[in-house]
């Protein structure tokens, strides 16, 4: 499915910040609904998140688009769990 299409694009292209920063905004849209935001952290999706933002954390779009992506996951109780463990808190403090 499209979700796993963007995590895999986002781990094959690591250190480009364009494609992290769309990345990022498909997830976030993506994670709208609460099934898909299980799906996502299934996937690896709040580890890519997470890692999109450590990596550029100078890219302004990257960041914004990491946050809303980060906020719209927590929505859902497990979530907000695995995304402490992936480092989410640090990255956005």
């Known amino acids: 499915g499209g979700i796993e299409v963007v995590v895999g694009a986002m781990r094959r ?3 480009h910040a364009g ?3 769309q990345g990022c905004s ?3 849209n ?3 609904n609460d099934d898909n935001q299980i799906k996502v952290a299934q996937a690896g999706g709040i580890e890519v998140v997470v890692g ?3 990596r550029h954390e100078g890219h302004a779009g990257v960041q914004q688009q990491g946050c809303s992506a980060l906020k719209n996951l927590v929505a859902n109780d497990d979530n907000q769990i695995k995304v402490a463990q992936a480092g989410g808190i640090e990255v956005v403090v």
Request: aromatic share 0%; proline share 0%; no cysteine.
């Open 13 to 15: 292209h690591e250190g």
């Open 19 to 21: 494609v992290q920063q």
């Open 26 to 28: 498909a997830l976030k």
């Open 30 to 32: 993506l994670v709208a």
């Open 52 to 54: 999109a933002m450590r």
